[in-house]
């Protein structure tokens, strides 16, 4: 099913339920009773077209032919029937779903194993026992941390075709990331590093996000971060960076918190 055999059914469907009153709209019950219509209406047009993506058929005049008679209460299918299509349709659908999702899966794995044995070829990279891949790009002299350390970083965050998802130099503002809660990739790559370094670390899937979607890094997905170390913090010293309030800051705030609520 075509997208724009869907767009024209549902241009049918549209001048079959309105009959000619979304060229007169003059009411505001006309105008509220339409845009109910036009909203449905881009709701199906959007599962449709998702569905189309999958592979799966649709025949428009019959979905114009039931929504027309359900609203007339003249369905040709009891509600029985038309719940059991409806869940075989989403049964197949979600596998349809799985499968593709596998195939997508699997080769990203198979593209994430295949950069990483060309990665290992450089002789400056690294490989761990876990599989990590580290290059030093910029030599430290400072502390390394540990796995209860807090650390300040910079660092860039891409797919190996070289997509981006994610950059504290975007920001312009270093990261403050507690050991524990980082990737295991990372975690065990910044434990590597002494402060003022600079390193490229390739993290296999299993040691990164794993093999779920996880925003815009699709499942099974090797990545790669070039991280540079400012610096590792001592207990407290985060805290002990805030800057306190300001009298005028101080009376600015209790003013605020005495003026009523508006209801």
Same mark, same amino acid.
């Not at 197949?92 to 994430?112: A, M, P, T, V």
């Not at 502390?143 to 860039?156: A, C, D, F, G, Q």
């Not at 797919?159 to 504290?168: E, H, K, N, R």
């Given at each position: 099913?075509s997208?724009?055999?869907?767009?024209?059914?549902?241009?049918?469907?549209?001048?079959?339920?309105?009959?000619?009153?979304?060229?007169?709209?003059k009411?505001d019950?006309?105008?509220?009773s339409?845009s109910?219509?036009?909203s449905?209406g881009?709701?199906?047009?959007?599962?449709?077209?998702?569905?189309s993506q999958?592979?799966?058929?649709?025949?428009v005049?019959a979905l114009?032919d039931?929504?027309?008679?359900a609203?007339?209460?003249?369905?040709?299918?009891?509600?029985?029937?038309?719940?059991t299509?409806? @869940?075989?349709?989403?049964?197949?659908l979600n596998?349809? $779903?799985?499968?593709? +999702?596998?195939?997508q =899966?699997?080769?990203? %794995? *198979?593209?994430?194993?295949?950069?990483?044995a060309?990665?290992?070829?450089?002789?400056?990279v690294?490989?761990?026992k876990?599989?990590?891949?580290?290059?030093e790009?910029?030599?430290g002299k400072?502390?390394?941390?540990?796995?209860?350390?807090?650390?300040?970083i910079?660092?860039?965050?891409?797919?190996?075709?070289?997509t981006?998802?994610d950059?504290?130099y975007?920001r312009q503002?270093p990261?403050?990331l507690s050991?524990?809660?980082?990737?295991?990739?990372?975690?065990?790559?910044?434990?590597?590093?002494?402060e003022?370094?600079?390193?490229r670390?390739v993290?296999p899937s299993d040691?990164a996000?794993? @093999?779920?979607d996880?925003?815009?890094?699709?499942a099974g $997905?090797t990545?790669? +971060?070039?991280v540079? =170390?400012?610096?590792? %913090? *001592?207990?407290?010293?985060l805290a002990?960076?805030a800057?306190p309030?300001?009298?005028e800051?101080?009376?600015?705030?209790?003013?605020?918190?005495?003026?009523?609520i508006?209801?």
């Amino acid at each position: 099913m075509s997208v724009k055999k869907i767009s024209v059914g549902l241009f049918l469907l549209a001048c079959l339920v309105s009959q000619g009153i979304a060229s007169d709209l003059k009411t505001d019950v006309q105008k509220e009773s339409y845009s109910i219509g036009a909203s449905m209406g881009a709701y199906v047009s959007n599962q449709l077209f998702e569905q189309s993506q999958l592979g799966a058929k649709a025949d428009v005049q019959a979905l114009i032919d039931g929504f027309v008679d359900a609203l007339k209460k003249q369905q040709k299918l009891s509600d029985d029937e038309i719940i059991t299509h409806l @869940n075989n349709r989403a049964e197949g659908l979600n596998k349809i $779903s799985q499968e593709r +999702f596998k195939q997508q =899966l699997d080769q990203r %794995l *198979k593209e994430g194993k295949k950069y990483l044995a060309n990665n290992a070829k450089n002789k400056k990279v690294l490989t761990t026992k876990t599989g990590l891949q580290y290059e030093e790009l910029v030599a430290g002299k400072g502390e390394r941390p540990k796995k209860e350390s807090i650390v300040m970083i910079h660092y860039k965050g891409t797919l190996v075709d070289g997509t981006p998802f994610d950059s504290t130099y975007e920001r312009q503002t270093p990261a403050h990331l507690s050991m524990v809660n980082v990737i295991d990739g990372l975690q065990e790559g910044l434990m590597l590093m002494k402060e003022g370094e600079k390193a490229r670390l390739v993290i296999p899937s299993d040691l990164a996000y794993g @093999n779920a979607d996880v925003q815009a890094i699709p499942a099974g $997905s090797t990545v790669v +971060f070039e991280v540079e =170390l400012l610096k590792v %913090l *001592k207990p407290g010293e985060l805290a002990d960076s805030a800057k306190p309030l300001s009298d005028e800051v101080k009376k600015e705030v209790e003013e605020i918190g005495k003026k009523p609520i508006k209801g």
